[in-house]
């Protein structure tokens, strides 16, 4: 593990433990090895939003933990720099610093949040409960990329258009992405009216309009971008997760028969732009680094091209992330019944790796910007269980998947709440949890 | 013409002459009828850039023409909101503001700009030669879209891939578009590196690394949107006018090559993100009023769906728009010789028009936020010579274009600069001009 990126340090250490005590129960996703990032206010009131970390059931304000001069381990300009960075209404500023910035932050938080802490008391009175907080998107995203990165998925859905022919043959060469709509991104909670739009069935003469019929979810990691790069600068691999701010959770909704009328042939357009909801809280490539593992290629795949290479990534390149999806239907929220899951699957099964999608983004001299946001694309396990989209699991509407309380689901009905959560795991390490991202689907609009 | 957009007021009277006397001058873009907005500052020096309104060969710098108070026939509360919305260095809030006050301020230049105005003497210490300016992106991008909306050049190129079937069953359906990428967008004079990335002769039997050998312009129309709309609240067709702030010019380069090897299954990537052109100015709807006319339909066409259309736009919902490409190779430009004209078509040939464009993308509840920039597609008209772009200039490559001083040209080579033009004219009405969108493109990055 020589990469930076991959280097291990105190902040990792498995014994630690934190006064915030609900940090140090056994599974509790927010440890002190994770402070993941997001932006939060009380909910109901007035107060703008702010930069926060997640601390057990906690929230750290970050500006008032500035203001209360608990963090040290800076230099003068590198603190004045990082305090500046956390007192915007967004993240944008502090992903726009380098990752040593980032890194530094870290450390500092780390060690204000240990047992022991000399600034305990100032503080627990920089905390605000999770369960009192709302969030909101925690960076303005310049641009949003969608890419397609697990290999299965990518197999199963040709399979259902080319039985004889499922993947492309573009497929082990190129990262295969395109441009997603950055104005619809929600945070979880978000609610969302059914979209309408025009579909045409296959043996019909003529298209339809109407609201959608086949509405589904997708289970995707987020990637926010950090620094970025300047226009006609490519990033290379081994700089590549140098310029990741961190991961969350991304359901990237998508109306798969608007789609199928629309999509031909320049890509998916309106199927993806009403809504795709993110979890609050940003991961970062540090807290992750002892959860890496070694690319997937089958034998006999090319290797990648030299611009998408890198040995000490092959290793290292992948990450070991448990992916769920779950569903809360209308009748199972009414009957007080918990969310049943549909799916888990890995991010580590992707075929293409967080350092070979911003290599590859770049390499035409596309700029990235800090708050940039990639999507990995449905990940969709090897086995058919594993697969992280309803049209996967129902064999493209054929078969209903039954739910626990009977009820049964080919696509994503109105008054269901799809949530996607993630965990990182490895024995005798504690878990780094992710949150929620949860969205529900409202009756679509009366037409007129 | 009973729409707002369509209404004429006295601010199109063509007799109506400046006190800027070069905007009189016969053929000049931007006659006082024309009033179009931009960024600005003077070239070279440390301002800050500003909101402008250009006039003859001038610009009228609009902080300053409101700190000197030359504009009447606001209300008080109109006032103040014009007046801010002036104020900061990119068009968003103005954008934001809704038609009514967009009018109000128009018909306010009109006014002080007239000979005869009581606020000349104030107004000409507010003019920038715009010789002597420098611009900028006019607007923070949210979102980029790029639509689809000339038949003839969807066919053109569909023909090059597919000769018996070259347009797609959903073209006459469905204004097709895909999501473009906002951080590559660049201003008249952009200079951009040829892009580099994965391309596959068809022969071949792995991909090759490399600069871009099919490099091409598209030439486009740009659209400003204005105050847009809410998740969740389509915007019908007779609204969908009153969303948009104006027109630019936009040149979408594109790497053809790159393109083929990318494209499938999720559209155009990296092949469209290297750069994008527009011009500095953008002409409102409100200027173009005069010159709108019938959208295009063949006999046989359907018409149609209900929320793409509208008897009113049926008459007036396209714009006579001359568009205009030229080329100044290096040797041309060493040799002193002018920029010459490559093609000649008319934004009154799309298929689908602006109207439709605003409808289609919301209908799903998409939104659309101020500064969010659409592309209207390549426009080519219906004859070969009216062609948008090289490659169906070229018959795909195939037939060389040849240039006055013996040069040929299959695609667009290092040191090429390509020029946009756009001029609405109708008999006995001024010209309405919209500047240039110039990009050149510089040689590849030398590899590693």
Redesign the interface.
């Known amino acids: 593990m020589s990469l930076p990126s991959i280097k291990l340090n105190d902040t990792h250490d498995p014994e630690l433990r934190s006064w915030v005590e609900s940090a140090n129960a056994d599974g509790c996703p927010f440890p002190i090895q994770n402070l993941p990032y997001g932006v939060f206010r009380r909910a109901g009131g007035e107060e703008r939003f702010r930069a926060g970390v997640a601390i057990g059931d906690q929230i750290l304000d970050l500006q008032a933990a500035w203001a209360a001069g608990a963090f040290s381990g800076f230099d003068e300009s590198a603190r004045k720099a990082a305090h500046a960075a956390c007192e915007g209404a967004t993240l944008n500023a502090l992903m726009a610093l380098d990752a040593a910035a980032w890194s530094a932050l870290r450390a500092a938080l780390s060690h204000a949040l240990r047992t022991g802490s000399a600034h305990q008391r100032e503080l627990a009175a920089c905390l605000v409960p999770q369960a009192a907080a709302e969030h909101a998107i925690p960076a303005h995203v310049?641009?949003y990329?969608?890419f397609?990165t697990s290999i299965h998925h990518a197999t199963t859905i040709g399979k259902l258009f080319r039985p004889d022919n499922p993947l492309?043959?573009?497929y082990k060469?190129?990262p295969?992405?395109?441009?997603?709509?950055?104005?619809?991104l929600?945070v979880s909670g978000q609610q969302?009216?059914r979209?309408?739009?025009?579909t045409?069935a296959p043996d019909a003469e003529?298209?339809t309009?109407g609201p959608c019929k086949r509405l589904d979810y997708e289970l995707e990691v987020g990637i926010f971008i950090g620094a970025g790069n300047a226009?006609?600068e490519?990033v290379a691999m081994d700089d590549a997760e140098g310029k990741v701010f961190g991961l969350c959770l991304l359901n990237d909704w998508s109306?798969r028969d608007?789609q199928a009328?629309?999509?031909?042939?320049?890509?998916?357009?309106?199927?993806k732009?009403?809504?795709s909801t993110i979890s609050p809280w940003i991961v970062t490539l540090e807290a992750l680094a002892p959860y890496r593992c070694a690319w997937t290629r089958a034998p006999g795949d090319?290797q990648p091209?030299?611009?998408l290479d890198s040995p000490t990534l092959r290793e290292t390149g992948a990450i070991d992330l448990q992916l769920e999806v779950l569903i809360q239907t209308r009748a199972m929220r009414e009957a007080g019944q918990a969310p049943q899951r549909l799916s888990l699957s890995n991010f580590r099964d992707s075929y293409w790796s967080v350092s070979q999608l911003v290599a590859?983004?770049t390499?035409?001299?596309?700029?990235?910007?800090p708050g940039?946001f990639l999507g990995s694309g449905t990940q969709s396990g090897p086995r058919p269980e594993e697969a992280g989209s309803l049209l996967e699991l129902s064999g493209g509407g054929k078969q209903a998947v039954t739910l626990a309380g009977g009820e049964k689901r080919t696509f994503v009905e109105d008054g269901d709440t799809i949530i996607l959560r993630a965990a990182a795991r490895r024995d005798g390490l504690p878990v780094i949890g992710f949150g929620e991202a949860a969205g529900t689907v409202l009756p679509a609009?009366s037409l007129p």
């Open positions: 310049g641009d990329t969608d397609y492309l043959p573009n060469w190129v295969i992405g395109y441009h997603g709509r950055a104005s619809s929600g969302f009216r979209p309408v739009g025009q045409k003529t298209p309009f226009l006609g490519p109306a608007v009328w629309e999509y031909q042939p320049l890509g998916p357009f309106l199927s732009s009403f809504a090319p091209l030299p611009y590859h983004h390499v035409n001299g596309c700029n990235l910007r940039d609009r």
